[in-house]
Structures are given as structure tokens and as C-alpha cells.
């Protein structure tokens, strides 16, 4: 009897905007067009797509090194200054594992959940500082919020009414947001200056080996579950929060001359935090022109154990215990090395015009 073997569904979806899948039918994937690279907000979502974040930058960027733009908010920002620091594969590892071998319970303080982060990121950086701010081949931007307002406050009625008044402007337009917050991004003095042009007002700031650290605090802490971060060497004072409230998926307008790689957990570009509740609210065509976004499939999500990618809110899942968890994580993460090696045979057969579907 004949047996019949069954091809395994693709890991890995891909989507381009219209000048990246020209280029890429044109001329193929090159790392040579690469020349910036986001990273999102989603808390351990991050380090389900390890697999891909260690072929990306320990396996195909490195046959064109060049000077590139790492621009990130909340744990994308940690990813990148993980892999600065330590290298693509130590930097990951270091990162999933002192990330899943946290621990959290409902009844936590805002700073006790800050001070626990605020270790894991001193663990992870620690001695590295310098490293992310003068890396050779890579522009590390950390983006922020600098809170307006009454949003400014850690106490629990106005940080409320902040938020619902967040809710309430955004849904007559993104652009409302401004009202309670202001965008920020950290970025070395030196090599080329990550700008942005849009709705909200945006403050540069230098980032520096002795700010680097409460930098990147910033763009993690979330308003209510984290104290906002104050007393920023260098910066002006103020209240500094989540990167991902104004900048969630990254929808700026990206100055590249080649492609924009995007390595998410998601197939879609959310721009805000608050924009999750609005399925409409998509990303700019004309920011993304240039963006190959490469994520999970639904059928290589399904595999996993919780048919997803690691998530915040498995710290306190009812029926899930910390050992499980740990277990359960640690299998996404090593899944997530399919990710990795489909992309590296999709650019060695360069046939990824096949796969691509628009953004």
C-alpha cells in the first residue's frame, strides 16, 4: 500500500507592502536591502518568535553587515538590546529565559511588578550599556510616552479617568490621544536620526550609557500594572510610560531606501495599544510601502501548546500553575526554531514571491 506523506503547513506568514514585494520579485531577499527593522510591543509574545529573531540577525544579516535601524517599543526594545548586547543566540536565550522564569500573582503592587522587571532588565544588560549605545552595525531607538496631564499620576482615580479618557478621544480618532501623551524616542547622538512626522508630538532624546537603562524601563512600564518611570539622566523631567500606548505595531512612516524587515507575533499592524478595539484601524499602506512582515501561521499557532504564543495573563490563568507555565513557554520557544529555518530556506531557495500576500 502506497503511503502518502502529508507536507507540513507553513510556519511562517508573509505579507509586503507594494515597493517591498516589487523589490523582492525584482531582485530577490538581499541582507543587503535591510536597512531598518521594528519591533513590537506584546510583553512574551517577543520571545515566541525567537527562532526568527536568531536566523534574522545571527544568520542573514550578517552577509551584508551594514548600519541599521533597530527601532522598538516595550519588549521589542528589550529584544533588540538583548541581541546588542550578548549576540543573536546568547542574546535571545538570556532573554527567554530570565522573562519566563518570572514570577507574578494577582495581588502584586505596581512596584513590586516594576521592581521584578527592573531586575530581569538589569540582568539582561548589565556591564553591556556602552554596547547598545555605540554598536557598530546597529542605531538602537527606544520609543516611549511622556504621559500629559493627569496621566502623569501613579494614583489610582486619576491614572483611571486618564485611561478612560484615552479610550473616549481615541475613538473619535488616533490622533486625539496626543491630549494625554507624547511620543519619545531614545536614540545614540551618533549615526543617522530615527525622525518621525505625524499627528503626535515627538521629543528626541540621547541615549546614553547611563540612561539606557531607565530608557528601556520606560518603553515597558504599562500604566497600571507598572509605575511610571521619572528621573531620566539627561531628559527632562516628567512621567515616561509604555512606547506601545502611542506605538503598539510600529506604523510610522520609515524612511528606508530598501526593505523594512518586520519580524512579528502578529499578521497585522495595530499602531496603538488602544487600537486593539478597533478592527478597522489598520496600518498606514504608505508607512508599511516597504515592509516585509514576517509572523506566525495560524496552523504553526495551533500547534503549540495553548494553541497561541506565550501571553501576559498566563502569570495568573486559572488552572495554569508556574510550573506549567514555565514548561509550556519553554516549549514555544523551542517551536519557534521552525520559524527560523523556514525563513532561512525561503531566502536560500529565493522563492519567497510565492508566499507573499499584500499588506
Request: glycine share 8%; proline share 5%.
Amino acid at each position: 500500500m502506497t503511503q502518502i506523506l502529508q507536507k507540513r503547513a507553513p510556519a511562517l506568514n508573509l505579507r509586503a507592502g507594494y515597493l517591498a514585494r516589487q523589490l523582492i520579485e525584482k531582485e530577490g531577499l538581499q541582507a543587503s536591502f535591510v536597512d531598518i527593522i521594528p519591533g513590537a510591543a506584546g510583553g512574551p509574545k517577543g520571545i515566541g518568535i525567537q527562532g526568527l529573531d536568531q536566523a534574522i540577525f545571527g544568520d542573514f544579516l550578517v552577509q551584508a553587515p551594514q548600519r541599521r535601524t533597530l527601532i522598538g517599543s516595550s519588549i521589542g526594545s528589550w529584544r533588540f538590546a538583548s541581541i546588542l548586547a550578548w549576540g543573536a543566540k546568547e542574546g535571545t536565550e538570556r532573554l527567554s529565559e530570565l522573562y519566563t522564569n518570572l514570577y507574578f500573582h494577582k495581588k502584586m503592587s505596581r512596584h513590586d511588578v516594576g521592581n521584578i522587571c527592573r531586575a530581569m532588565l538589569i540582568d539582561l544588560i548589565r556591564g553591556k550599556e556602552q554596547q547598545l549605545v555605540d554598536h557598530p552595525d546597529y542605531h538602537l531607538a527606544v520609543i516611549s510616552i511622556k504621559a500629559q496631564h493627569i496621566f502623569q499620576s501613579d494614583h489610582s482615580l486619576p491614572l483611571l479617568a486618564s485611561v478612560a479618557g484615552i479610550i473616549g478621544s481615541n475613538a473619535l480618532g488616533r490622533k486625539h490621544n496626543r491630549l494625554f501623551m507624547q511620543r519619545v524616542i531614545s536614540q545614540p547622538e551618533m549615526g543617522t536620526q530615527f525622525k518621525v512626522e505625524d499627528d503626535f508630538v515627538t521629543h528626541y532624546q540621547t541615549l546614553n550609557s547611563a540612561n539606557v537603562t531607565p530608557w528601556l524601563m520606560a518603553s515597558a512600564s504599562i500604566p497600571g500594572v507598572m509605575g511610571a518611570i521619572r528621573d531620566i539622566p539627561d531628559a527632562p523631567k516628567g512621567s515616561y510610560r509604555d512606547g506601545g500606548l502611542i506605538d503598539y505595531h510600529i506604523d510610522l512612516p520609515f524612511e528606508s531606501q530598501g526593505i523594512v524587515l518586520y519580524p512579528h507575533f502578529s499578521d497585522r499592524i495595530t499602531p496603538g495599544w488602544f487600537d486593539k478595539m478597533f478592527k478597522k484601524r489598520q496600518a498606514n499602506p504608505e508607512n508599511q510601502a516597504r515592509t516585509l512582515l514576517l509572523s506566525p501561521s495560524q496552523a504553526y499557532l495551533q500547534s503549540l501548546p495553548l494553541g497561541r504564543l506565550p501571553d501576559r495573563k498566563d502569570f495568573t490563568l486559572k488552572g495554569l500553575d508556574q510550573k506549567q507555565r514555565i514548561q509550556m513557554w519553554n516549549q514555544c520557544v523551542a517551536e519557534s526554531q521552525r520559524l527560523g529555518d523556514e525563513f532561512l530556506e525561503m531566502v536560500e531557495k529565493q522563492n519567497l514571491p510565492q508566499f507573499i500576500q499584500n499588506l
